[in-house]
C-alpha cells in the first residue's frame, strides 16, 4: 500500500484519510494539514487566563448560592 498511489487513484475520495495523507491540489500547499494533532504551547499569559477564568466562575457559582 502506498499513499502515492492513492493521489494517482480515480476513486481517491473512497479511502479514509486520503485529504491528509494525500493531498491533492493547490489548497494544500504550504499549509499545515495536521495543526489539530500538535501539541499547544502553554504559555503564562494562557495560564494566567484560565486561572481569571476559575476565579470569575468560582464568584459566580458563589454569588448563585448566596442568591438561592
Given at each position: 500500500f502506498s499513499?502515492?498511489?492513492v493521489k494517482e487513484d480515480k476513486h481517491r475520495?473512497?479511502?479514509?484519510?486520503?485529504?491528509?495523507?494525500?493531498?491533492v491540489?493547490?489548497?494544500?500547499?504550504g499549509k499545515d494539514l495536521t495543526w489539530y494533532a500538535k501539541d499547544k504551547k502553554?504559555?503564562?499569559k494562557a495560564r494566567a487566563q484560565r486561572e481569571e477564568l476559575a476565579r470569575i466562575k468560582e464568584a459566580e457559582a458563589d454569588a448563585m448560592t448566596v442568591a438561592l
Amino acid at each position: 500500500f502506498s499513499w502515492d498511489d492513492v493521489k494517482e487513484d480515480k476513486h481517491r475520495e473512497y479511502y479514509l484519510g486520503h485529504s491528509l495523507m494525500a493531498p491533492v491540489g493547490r489548497w494544500q500547499q504550504g499549509k499545515d494539514l495536521t495543526w489539530y494533532a500538535k501539541d499547544k504551547k502553554d504559555d503564562a499569559k494562557a495560564r494566567a487566563q484560565r486561572e481569571e477564568l476559575a476565579r470569575i466562575k468560582e464568584a459566580e457559582a458563589d454569588a448563585m448560592t448566596v442568591a438561592l
